[in-house]
């Protein structure tokens, strides 16, 4: 971790930092065979490639299960976890279905534009050696509230073979139509080319680990996916006023430090109490933080705390990161916020934890990283949907454009146009002069 002022951030992590797309590029060259693999041997590589990766023998009848056919999970799930699985999923569906609301026909009497869900949706879920019921609450939300068809969950089996609990509950309540116990950059492979047990998808979306973003850039001439969602990142702007807010502040970056260790944490100040004080509560914290390998290691390599000398370089330092996350501490965020631009998701204030975001808040919690946050959204409706476009012309307005279209025709030589118009234009009354 490097702390102390920008000018002296060491070469190695300021190419990590602006290049954290390299992660992926290595990963791209090691998903290559495992792609060709499930292209050529389908449901046998599938099985071959768990058993390999993930250390589980599974049998051909795992590989596409009917949530609905399982037994249910709700007895060997704690009631107070079921709660806090059904407030999150009730505030993430709540904001998607608002989402949903203004994409419906918007026209002016004559042309419009209508949305509609794609047929069929592939949702990466990780898990395996733990539970994310958050991840499953936000990949399968956009689909569900715009009523894609053909709804396919795909997560690592547990080591005992089976779906998690707590995530195959959430497959039911969402309404999943086939789950599947494959992970990983073969998951992503079997759902864009399709298995005997996994069905083809038209779009797939949802988080992961390096190789699984790795395999949805490789498979994008197959089919679509959401921005690349890859290690975890967080970039916070804070000026002499977050000085209280140090403990705040260092909590956050760990938290996000905890996802991946090849995950990347900012602290971006011109106050050098706040530098100090961050950087002796994230040291004390990351000492006192159980099971804190995973933070350590991603504090380790992508951690850098930073001294600027004002806010307005501080704000072109996030710009050109364009982080996942960015936390904005300072003293006037009204005047601030409308300059950012390039970031997943903007954190407003000391109370509004990232963490939130992660489970409650109600935004999607998949958002682009490795600077794709600049070109990219996070996920939402529109990542499983499509707009066309409607034109419906009354006599009225075709007497008034008929004769601009025709004339424009005439200028391109397209007689066709032109007439296929006119012969129209005969049957209406001409415009009132």
């Given amino acids: 971790m490097y702390v102390g002022p920008v000018e002296g951030l060491p070469a190695g992590l300021r190419a990590l930092l602006f290049d954290r797309e390299a992660v992926i590029r290595a990963a791209e060259r090691a998903v290559v065979p495992i792609i060709e693999a499930v292209r050529r041997e389908g449901d046998l590589a599938l099985l071959r490639l768990t058993k390999e990766f993930d250390g589980v023998e599974l049998q051909a009848t795992d590989l596409a299960l009917d949530p609905r056919g399982l037994a249910d999970p709700t007895p060997e799930l704690p009631k107070m976890v079921l709660a806090a699985t059904e407030t999150a999923m009730t505030r993430v569906i709540a904001y998607h279905r608002r989402q949903w609301s203004v ?41 569900l509230v715009a009523g894609v068809r ?30 599947h116990l494959v992970g990983g950059a073969q998951a992503i492979a079997a759902m864009a080319l399709g298995t005997p047990s996994v069905a083809r998808v038209d779009r797939i979306v949802g988080p992961g680990n390096a190789y ?13 996916s959401d921005s690349y969602s890859g290690p975890s990142e967080l970039l916070v702007i804070a000026d002499h006023s977050a000085t209280p807010h140090a403990a705040a502040i260092a909590a956050d970056l760990i938290a996000q430090a905890e996802h991946d260790p090849a995950a990347s944490v900012v602290l971006l100040t011109d106050s050098e109490a706040v530098l100090d004080s961050v950087t002796a509560q994230v040291r004390e914290q990351l000492a006192d933080l ?34 996942e996350h960015l936390s904005l501490l300072v003293a006037a965020p009204e005047h601030v916020l409308p300059q950012l631009r390039h970031a ?12 939130l975001g992660d489970y409650v808040a109600g935004p999607n ?25 409607v034109v419906r012309i009354d006599a009225a307005t075709l007497s008034q454009l008929g004769p601009v279209a025709v004339t ?15 012969v129209r234009l005969q049957s209406v009354p001409e415009p009132r002069r």
């Fill in 344 to 355: 997943g998701a903007i954190f407003v204030g000391p109370e509004s934890a990232v963490a």
């Fill in 212 to 224: 699984v973003v790795a395999a949805k850039r490789a498979l994008r001439h197959e089919v679509e």
């Fill in 408 to 422: 424009l025709a005439r200028l391109e030589g397209l007689e066709g146009h032109a007439r296929s118009l006119e």
């Fill in 150 to 179: 053909e709804r396919h969950l795909c997560t690592p089996p547990t080591a005992s073979g089976r779906v998690h609990p707590l995530t195959l509950w959430v497959a039911r309540r969402m309404g999943v139509t086939s789950l």
């Fill in 103 to 143: 994409r419906q026909l918007e026209a002016d009497g004559a042309t419009g534009r209508w949305t509609v869900p794609v047929d069929s949706v592939g949702h990466y879920v990780p898990g395996g050696r733990a539970a994310y019921p958050s991840s499953a609450i936000m990949t399968l939300a956009p689909s």
């Fill in 365 to 389: 919690h998949v958002l682009p990283t490795g600077g794709a946050a600049a070109r990219h959204s996070g996920l939402s409706v529109d990542s499983v949907s499509r707009s066309f476009c």
């Fill in 290 to 323: 159980p099971q804190g390998k995973t933070a350590s290691a991603a504090m380790a390599s992508g951690g850098a705390l930073l001294l600027l000398p004002d806010l307005p370089s501080m704000v072109a330092w996030a710009e050109r990161f364009a982080p």
